[in-house]
């Protein structure tokens, strides 16, 4: 079975300053890998994810993430956060021939105005 | 907008009474439904998987018996939380797979007295 670990459950950061959530995953085939976003009081939303091809993927709001398959990891960076990137994000992992999504711990990004 | 939705959003019940909770597909078939918990700081927990026509399949540590689910067509799952008690408070998260991405609902929040 597989297994997500985000190292860091909490950061704090100022405006205008750059991101980047660890990731790490552990399963012994093909995966398909996804950021999800949930912003205070809603629902989870995709914010990126990567199937196949390159290994950068652009998502929503000025996201990006970096599959590298050697280290079994897929950060989460934006050069930039704002305020109302605020919010709790989950990196999750499925294999590429099955149904199981498994969520990483989460973690809770606060951006300080 | 919303693919997945969810009713009630929150419902507050006295122990021992049971909770129905609908999730449902917007504009398209889900064969297969997933339902999650998500306690209090934490990650998503997968605790079934609802497949349309036939019996849902638990995660382990998940009774059967005590969250009953029904998939009833290709766009409605549901989830009853029978003789419910304080522990099952909770945050109940309903998903469907369209295309290769999984949409969450906005989850319901359950409140047992």
New interface residues.
Partial sequence: AQSVSQHNHHVILSEAASLELGCNYSYGGTV?L?W?VQYPG?????LL?Y?SGDPLVKGIKGFEAEFIKSKFSFNLRKPSVQWSDTAEY?C?V?PNAG????????T?LMVKP | GAVVSQHPSRVICKSGTSVKIECRSLDFQATTMFWYRQFPKKSLMLMATSNEGSKATYEQGVEKDKFLINHASLTLSTLTVTSAHPEDSSFYICSATRGEVRFFGPGTRLTVL
Avoid: E, I, P
Wanted: positive net charge; glycine residues 14%.
């Fill in positions: 398909n996804f999800y809603q629902h989870l939303q995709l994810k199937f989950f999750a499925k149904n199981m999504l498994t969520f990483g711990g989460g809770r």
